[in-house]
Protein backbone atom coordinates (compact mmCIF):
# COMPACT_ATOMS: atom_id res chain seq x y z
CA UNK A 1 0.00 0.00 0.00
CA UNK A 2 1.85 3.28 -1.16
CA UNK A 3 0.65 6.49 0.67
CA UNK A 4 -1.13 9.39 -1.25
CA UNK A 5 1.19 12.35 -1.96
CA UNK A 6 0.29 15.94 -0.60
CA UNK A 7 -1.15 16.89 -3.61
CA UNK A 8 -3.58 14.01 -3.89
CA UNK A 9 -4.61 14.21 -0.18
CA UNK A 10 -5.78 17.78 -1.05
CA UNK A 11 -7.49 16.79 -4.62
CA UNK A 12 -9.28 14.20 -2.49
CA UNK A 13 -10.02 16.39 0.23
CA UNK A 14 -10.83 19.89 -0.82
CA UNK A 15 -13.16 20.70 -4.17
CA UNK A 16 -12.13 22.58 -6.61
CA UNK A 17 -12.29 26.52 -6.49
CA UNK A 18 -15.93 27.46 -8.57
CA UNK A 19 -17.37 30.50 -9.63
CA UNK A 20 -16.31 33.22 -12.10
CA UNK A 21 -13.76 34.85 -12.04
CA UNK A 22 -11.27 33.23 -10.53
CA UNK A 23 -8.36 35.14 -8.22
CA UNK A 24 -5.32 33.42 -6.72
CA UNK A 25 -4.29 33.71 -3.28
CA UNK A 26 -3.49 32.56 0.11
CA UNK A 27 -6.87 31.00 0.43
CA UNK A 28 -6.90 28.47 -2.85
CA UNK A 29 -2.67 28.11 -3.70
CA UNK A 30 -1.03 24.90 -1.96
CA UNK A 31 2.54 23.81 -2.03
CA UNK A 32 4.57 21.35 -0.91
CA UNK A 33 8.05 20.60 -1.67
CA UNK A 34 9.24 19.03 -4.77
CA UNK A 35 11.46 15.59 -4.81
CA UNK A 36 14.35 18.05 -5.84
CA UNK A 37 13.45 20.16 -3.04
CA UNK A 38 13.00 17.86 -0.19
CA UNK A 39 16.89 16.07 -1.60
CA UNK A 40 17.78 20.36 -1.41
CA UNK A 41 16.30 20.35 2.01
CA UNK A 42 17.74 16.93 3.27
CA UNK A 43 21.21 18.29 2.48
CA UNK A 44 21.03 21.09 4.13
CA UNK A 45 19.98 19.70 7.36
CA UNK A 46 22.60 17.28 7.01
CA UNK A 47 25.16 19.52 6.45
CA UNK A 48 24.07 21.66 9.56
CA UNK A 49 24.89 18.67 11.07
CA UNK A 50 27.94 17.86 10.39
CA UNK A 51 29.18 21.65 10.69
CA UNK A 52 27.97 21.74 14.68
CA UNK A 53 29.65 17.99 15.51
CA UNK A 54 32.56 19.13 13.11
CA UNK A 55 32.24 22.93 14.92
CA UNK A 56 33.90 24.35 11.42
CA UNK A 57 31.93 27.37 10.21
CA UNK A 58 32.60 26.49 6.27
CA UNK A 59 29.52 23.77 6.13
CA UNK A 60 27.68 25.81 8.71
CA UNK A 61 27.86 28.76 6.50
CA UNK A 62 26.87 26.54 3.44
CA UNK A 63 24.30 25.07 5.49
CA UNK A 64 22.70 28.56 6.06
CA UNK A 65 22.77 29.43 2.22
CA UNK A 66 20.78 26.50 1.15
CA UNK A 67 18.42 26.84 4.08
CA UNK A 68 17.84 30.06 3.36
CA UNK A 69 17.32 29.79 -0.51
CA UNK A 70 14.84 27.41 0.01
CA UNK A 71 12.86 29.72 2.11
CA UNK A 72 12.89 32.54 -0.49
CA UNK A 73 12.34 30.06 -3.55
CA UNK A 74 8.64 29.60 -1.26
CA UNK A 75 7.84 32.65 -1.29
CA UNK A 76 9.42 33.38 -5.38
CA UNK A 77 6.94 29.93 -6.29
CA UNK A 78 4.29 31.37 -4.74
CA UNK A 79 3.91 34.58 -5.75
CA UNK A 80 4.88 33.32 -9.45
CA UNK A 81 0.58 32.26 -9.16
CA UNK A 82 -0.36 34.50 -6.15
CA UNK A 83 -2.53 37.57 -7.88
CA UNK A 84 -3.19 35.84 -11.36
CA UNK A 85 -7.03 35.99 -12.21
CA UNK A 86 -8.42 34.28 -14.61
CA UNK A 87 -11.75 34.23 -16.45
CA UNK A 88 -14.28 32.44 -18.65
CA UNK A 89 -14.09 33.45 -22.31
CA UNK A 90 -17.20 32.98 -25.09
CA UNK A 91 -16.28 29.25 -26.24
CA UNK A 92 -17.32 28.93 -29.67
CA UNK A 93 -19.29 25.60 -30.56
CA UNK A 94 -17.71 22.86 -32.10
CA UNK A 95 -18.14 18.78 -32.91
CA UNK A 96 -18.02 16.01 -30.20
CA UNK A 97 -14.75 13.76 -30.57
CA UNK A 98 -12.47 16.57 -32.32
CA UNK A 99 -9.75 19.10 -30.06
CA UNK A 100 -11.61 22.54 -29.45
CA UNK A 101 -10.85 25.79 -27.60
CA UNK A 102 -12.06 26.71 -24.53
CA UNK A 103 -11.17 30.43 -24.67
CA UNK A 104 -10.04 31.96 -20.63
CA UNK A 105 -9.01 34.98 -20.06
CA UNK A 106 -6.00 36.11 -18.13
CA UNK A 107 -5.39 39.46 -16.30
CA UNK A 108 -1.47 39.65 -14.45
CA UNK A 109 -0.14 42.63 -12.87
CA UNK A 110 3.48 41.44 -13.93
CA UNK A 111 4.95 38.71 -15.65
CA UNK A 112 4.70 35.30 -14.61
CA UNK A 113 7.01 32.57 -15.45
CA UNK A 114 6.37 28.47 -16.07
CA UNK A 115 3.12 28.42 -15.52
CA UNK A 116 1.79 24.74 -16.14
CA UNK A 117 -2.23 24.43 -16.98
CA UNK A 118 -4.26 21.54 -17.89
CA UNK A 119 -7.41 19.88 -17.62
CA UNK A 120 -8.97 16.99 -15.49
CA UNK A 121 -12.01 15.81 -16.87
CA UNK A 122 -14.67 15.62 -14.41
CA UNK A 123 -16.09 12.32 -13.40
CA UNK A 124 -13.19 10.15 -15.75
CA UNK A 125 -15.05 11.40 -18.70
CA UNK A 126 -13.31 12.82 -21.79
CA UNK A 127 -10.00 12.71 -22.63
CA UNK A 128 -7.23 14.84 -20.95
CA UNK A 129 -5.02 16.86 -23.40
CA UNK A 130 -1.12 17.69 -22.81
CA UNK A 131 -0.34 20.06 -20.39
CA UNK A 132 0.21 23.73 -21.72
CA UNK A 133 3.51 25.25 -20.77
CA UNK A 134 2.51 28.94 -20.46
CA UNK A 135 4.67 32.20 -20.07
CA UNK A 136 2.18 34.81 -18.83
CA UNK A 137 3.14 38.92 -19.84
CA UNK A 138 1.60 41.91 -17.96
CA UNK A 139 -1.83 42.89 -18.80
CA UNK A 140 -4.46 41.10 -20.26
CA UNK A 141 -4.27 37.75 -22.55
CA UNK A 142 -6.63 35.51 -23.81
CA UNK A 143 -5.55 31.92 -23.26
CA UNK A 144 -6.91 28.75 -26.17
CA UNK A 145 -6.75 26.15 -23.85
CA UNK A 146 -7.43 22.62 -25.83
CA UNK A 147 -9.48 20.06 -25.18
CA UNK A 148 -12.04 16.92 -26.84
CA UNK A 149 -15.55 16.93 -25.78
CA UNK A 150 -16.69 13.38 -24.94
CA UNK A 151 -20.90 13.89 -26.21
CA UNK A 152 -22.69 16.56 -27.92
CA UNK A 153 -25.19 18.96 -25.63
CA UNK A 154 -23.86 21.76 -23.45
CA UNK A 155 -20.87 20.61 -22.01
CA UNK A 156 -17.82 21.88 -19.77
CA UNK A 157 -14.07 20.72 -20.27
CA UNK A 158 -13.69 19.45 -16.72
CA UNK A 159 -11.16 20.76 -13.72
CA UNK A 160 -8.52 22.92 -15.04
CA UNK A 161 -5.11 22.79 -12.84
CA UNK A 162 -2.78 25.35 -12.67
CA UNK A 163 0.72 24.64 -11.58
CA UNK A 164 4.02 26.21 -11.16
CA UNK A 165 7.56 25.28 -10.05
CA UNK A 166 9.39 28.31 -11.47
CA UNK A 167 11.54 29.63 -10.48
CA UNK A 168 14.19 27.04 -9.31
CA UNK A 169 12.06 23.97 -8.90
CA UNK A 170 12.17 23.21 -5.31
CA UNK A 171 8.79 23.55 -4.63
CA UNK A 172 5.57 22.92 -6.28
CA UNK A 173 2.60 25.28 -6.38
CA UNK A 174 -1.24 24.29 -7.50
CA UNK A 175 -4.79 24.98 -7.66
CA UNK A 176 -8.02 23.71 -9.43
CA UNK A 177 -10.43 25.61 -10.57
CA UNK A 178 -13.95 24.46 -12.75
CA UNK A 179 -15.13 27.22 -15.01
CA UNK A 180 -18.35 27.12 -14.55
CA UNK A 181 -19.31 28.45 -18.56
CA UNK A 182 -20.28 25.21 -20.83
CA UNK A 183 -19.60 24.87 -24.38
CA UNK A 184 -22.61 24.03 -27.27
CA UNK A 185 -20.81 20.47 -28.30
CA UNK A 186 -22.62 19.36 -31.67
CA UNK A 187 -22.53 15.43 -32.41
CA UNK A 188 -19.59 13.90 -34.09
CA UNK A 189 -19.27 13.96 -37.64
CA UNK A 190 -20.36 10.05 -38.63
CA UNK A 191 -21.17 9.59 -42.66
CA UNK A 192 -23.84 7.16 -42.55
CA UNK A 193 -27.79 7.06 -43.76
CA UNK A 194 -30.23 9.52 -43.29
CA UNK A 195 -34.17 10.07 -43.96
CA UNK A 196 -34.81 12.97 -46.03
CA UNK A 197 -38.25 13.78 -47.52
CA UNK A 198 -38.60 16.32 -50.45
CA UNK A 199 -40.27 19.60 -50.24
CA UNK A 200 -42.24 20.56 -53.58
CA UNK A 201 -43.33 23.69 -53.95
CA UNK A 202 -46.51 24.56 -55.77
CA UNK A 203 -47.16 27.59 -57.86
CA UNK A 204 -48.36 29.80 -54.75
CA UNK A 205 -45.26 29.73 -53.34
CA UNK A 206 -46.37 27.23 -50.54
CA UNK A 207 -44.39 23.98 -49.44
CA UNK A 208 -46.09 20.62 -49.76
CA UNK A 209 -44.15 17.07 -48.96
CA UNK A 210 -43.64 14.11 -50.48
CA UNK A 211 -43.79 10.57 -49.36
CA UNK A 212 -40.67 9.64 -47.67
CA UNK A 213 -37.64 7.98 -49.75
CA UNK A 214 -36.09 5.12 -49.06
CA UNK A 215 -34.58 4.74 -45.68
CA UNK A 216 -31.00 5.69 -45.90
CA UNK A 217 -30.57 6.80 -49.34
CA UNK A 218 -30.56 10.34 -51.32
CA UNK A 219 -32.72 11.48 -54.22
CA UNK A 220 -30.08 10.41 -57.12
CA UNK A 221 -30.47 12.23 -60.42
CA UNK A 222 -27.94 12.40 -62.63
CA UNK A 223 -23.83 12.21 -63.26
CA UNK A 224 -21.93 15.06 -64.29
CA UNK A 225 -17.98 15.48 -65.28
CA UNK A 226 -16.23 15.36 -61.92
CA UNK A 227 -14.66 18.93 -60.17
CA UNK A 228 -11.25 18.73 -58.55
CA UNK A 229 -13.73 20.64 -55.63
CA UNK A 230 -16.34 17.88 -55.78
CA UNK A 231 -13.52 15.79 -53.68
CA UNK A 232 -14.09 11.73 -53.82
CA UNK A 233 -16.87 11.82 -51.70
CA UNK A 234 -19.29 11.78 -54.35
CA UNK A 235 -17.14 10.47 -57.30
CA UNK A 236 -19.27 7.29 -59.23
CA UNK A 237 -17.08 4.80 -58.87
CA UNK A 238 -18.70 2.03 -61.04
CA UNK A 239 -18.74 4.46 -64.25
CA UNK A 240 -14.82 5.06 -63.03
CA UNK A 241 -14.00 1.22 -63.10
CA UNK A 242 -16.00 0.80 -66.39
CA UNK A 243 -13.87 3.13 -68.31
CA UNK A 244 -16.43 6.25 -68.47
CA UNK A 245 -13.47 8.46 -67.11
CA UNK A 246 -14.33 10.53 -63.52
CA UNK A 247 -17.82 11.55 -63.01
CA UNK A 248 -19.54 13.08 -60.29
CA UNK A 249 -23.12 12.20 -58.50
CA UNK A 250 -25.77 14.86 -58.94
CA UNK A 251 -28.54 14.51 -55.83
CA UNK A 252 -32.17 16.15 -55.76
CA UNK A 253 -30.95 18.66 -53.31
CA UNK A 254 -28.16 19.99 -55.89
CA UNK A 255 -30.70 20.62 -58.34
CA UNK A 256 -32.35 23.08 -56.13
CA UNK A 257 -34.97 20.64 -54.69
CA UNK A 258 -35.16 21.30 -50.86
CA UNK A 259 -34.79 18.13 -48.71
CA UNK A 260 -36.04 17.80 -45.00
CA UNK A 261 -33.52 15.68 -43.57
CA UNK A 262 -34.82 13.48 -39.92
CA UNK A 263 -33.10 10.73 -37.99
CA UNK A 264 -33.03 7.55 -39.82
CA UNK A 265 -34.90 4.85 -38.90
CA UNK A 266 -33.68 1.50 -37.06
CA UNK A 267 -30.10 3.06 -35.75
CA UNK A 268 -29.57 4.07 -32.47
CA UNK A 269 -30.45 7.71 -31.53
CA UNK A 270 -27.05 9.16 -31.20
CA UNK A 271 -26.05 7.02 -34.00
CA UNK A 272 -28.77 8.82 -36.45
CA UNK A 273 -27.78 12.35 -35.01
CA UNK A 274 -24.06 11.85 -35.96
CA UNK A 275 -25.40 11.08 -39.61
CA UNK A 276 -27.68 14.23 -39.58
CA UNK A 277 -24.36 16.30 -38.15
CA UNK A 278 -22.11 14.93 -41.13
CA UNK A 279 -24.73 15.20 -43.87
CA UNK A 280 -26.00 19.17 -42.52
CA UNK A 281 -22.27 19.81 -42.45
CA UNK A 282 -21.92 18.76 -46.41
CA UNK A 283 -25.03 20.23 -47.60
CA UNK A 284 -24.28 23.58 -45.83
CA UNK A 285 -21.17 23.82 -47.37
CA UNK A 286 -22.73 22.97 -51.04
CA UNK A 287 -25.36 26.14 -49.97
CA UNK A 288 -27.76 23.30 -50.23
CA UNK A 289 -31.88 24.17 -49.24
CA UNK A 290 -32.70 21.94 -46.40
CA UNK A 291 -34.34 21.48 -43.76
CA UNK A 292 -34.36 19.31 -40.18
CA UNK A 293 -37.32 17.16 -38.58
CA UNK A 294 -36.94 15.68 -35.47
CA UNK A 295 -39.23 14.62 -32.36
CA UNK A 296 -41.18 17.75 -30.94
CA UNK A 297 -39.04 20.32 -33.20
CA UNK A 298 -38.91 21.15 -37.36
CA UNK A 299 -36.91 23.75 -39.12
CA UNK A 300 -38.57 25.03 -42.50
CA UNK A 301 -35.94 24.50 -45.53
CA UNK A 302 -33.29 27.05 -45.42
CA UNK A 303 -30.09 27.28 -46.53
CA UNK A 304 -26.66 29.55 -45.44
CA UNK A 305 -24.45 29.84 -41.98
CA UNK A 306 -26.99 30.34 -39.65
CA UNK A 307 -29.13 27.87 -41.11
CA UNK A 308 -26.99 25.49 -40.66
CA UNK A 309 -25.69 26.21 -37.28
CA UNK A 310 -29.78 26.49 -36.25
CA UNK A 311 -29.99 22.62 -37.70
CA UNK A 312 -26.47 21.43 -36.03
CA UNK A 313 -27.65 23.24 -32.26
CA UNK A 314 -30.90 21.38 -32.37
CA UNK A 315 -28.84 18.18 -33.18
CA UNK A 316 -26.40 19.19 -30.04
CA UNK A 317 -29.58 19.83 -27.76
CA UNK A 318 -31.97 17.26 -28.83
CA UNK A 319 -33.60 15.43 -26.38
Given amino acids: MTLPSPEELVTRLVPPQQGDPLLLGLR ?12 WLSGGGLLLIVAIQTQRNGPLLLSYLMLGLILLALHLTHFNLQGLELRCGE ?25 QISWQPASGEGVAADPLMLTLRPGEQTLALPWIPPRRGWQRPGRLKLVSTAPLGLFRCWSRWEPPRAQLIYPRRLPGPVASL ?49 LTKQFSAEAGEPLC ?18 RIWQLGHQEAIYGLELPGLRLEPDSGPSHRDACLRALATSP
Fill in 261 to 278: LAPAAGLPHELALEHLSE
Fill in 198 to 246: PVLRSASGSTSHSHWEQEGTEQWRDLRPHRPEDGSSRLAWKPFAQGRGQ
Fill in 91 to 115: PAAGFAGTPLAYPLIARSRHRREGV
Fill in 28 to 39: NLYIVPTRFGWL
